[in-house]
């Protein structure tokens, strides 16, 4: 098993979390597709750094995960919180994405005194699998959700899990 | 309808539409809970006319609708944004919401050439009714999404998302 460390994130990972979206084949479990919109995405990502609402997974001193909080400003919907996570494809299937939401939920519920996470993925995606064994169900599936440059579609999966 | 008038918005309906969203009884199915909240939402939702995404209805000259397109800024899910539309209370039940997404649903399809709208909507808001008339599917039922701790009896509403999809531009 490797051994992982999941740490606080700080805006020195901003590089990182860039990196990993140049990764090949990322980006099609995400809503961006060229670089300016990455750049719009990591800046929102990263901007919940300064509520420590950003998790890093190190592995030998590397980052190779990022997860976050989408905190809300409004009061009303402040009570649970949107999440996204990334892993480097070159790390999957070693138990980091689970470690990564695992810790996320206990930040969530101890620190952010959240009641639920939600979540959104495209189908096909291989982490959905991940969020089913760590309990998440979907409640609503929004078809053709996203649109390929082939012209395919992807329905965008809705799951959410009470803390 | 008689003399109900349609415009794109401009931000001079700002002031309008901060109104009705500062107006609490309106607060029970929009996200806001406060003043600050409502003109922060206000903004972003006028914004929008920049681009001629909305669209104000008037009765007699008078504002009494806004519709709204919020437009998405990411390629891969552009083709599906979410809209708003609220109706002064006083003009309520009389066809204008109709009519104003009638409207929105057209200028969606085409002048934006989009594929498909989504509502997101609170759990018995006025607006279901609306949508459902107007042939919407629901796809999505998040329970507990809103809490509202000045509601004492019922502080949690569930959240509701809608789909059309619009014929010209999507192939079922």
Known sequence: MTEVKIRLATFDDTTVLIKLFKEKGILRWFPMENSMEVDDAVRLWMSYVKQKAVLAAEVNGQVVGLANLYLSFFRKIAHHSLFAIIVDPNYRSQGIGTKLVKELMKIAKEQFKLEFLHLEVYEHNPAISLYERLGFLEYGRQKRFIKEEDGGYLDKIMMQKKL | ?172
């Open chain 2, 1 to 172: 309808m008689q003399d109900l008038k349609l415009r794109y918005s401009n931000m001079g309906d700002s002031a309008i539409l901060n109104q009705w969203l500062e107006d609490k009884e309106n607060w029970r199915y929009l996200p806001m809970g406060s003043p600050q909240e409502a003109a922060i939402f206000a903004q972003n939702w006028i914004g929008f006319s920049k681009y001629r995404a909305s669209l104000t209805c008037l009765l007699n000259d008078q504002v009494v609708a806004i519709g709204t397109i919020f437009l998405m800024p990411y390629k891969k899910v552009s083709h599906s944004p979410l809209f708003y539309l609220i109706v002064d209370k006083q003009k309520r039940n009389q066809g204008i919401g109709t009519d104003l997404l009638k409207n929105l649903m057209n200028l969606a399809e085409k002048y934006f050439h989009l594929e498909a709208l989504i509502a997101e909507v609170y759990q018995g808001s006025p607006l279901i009714s609306l949508l459902e008339k107007a042939k919407f599917q629901q796809f999505a039922f998040q329970e507990n999404y809103i809490k509202d701790v000045a509601n004492k009896k019922n502080p949690y509403l569930a959240r509701l998302l809608f789909q059309s999809f619009l014929k010209q531009n999507s192939t079922k």
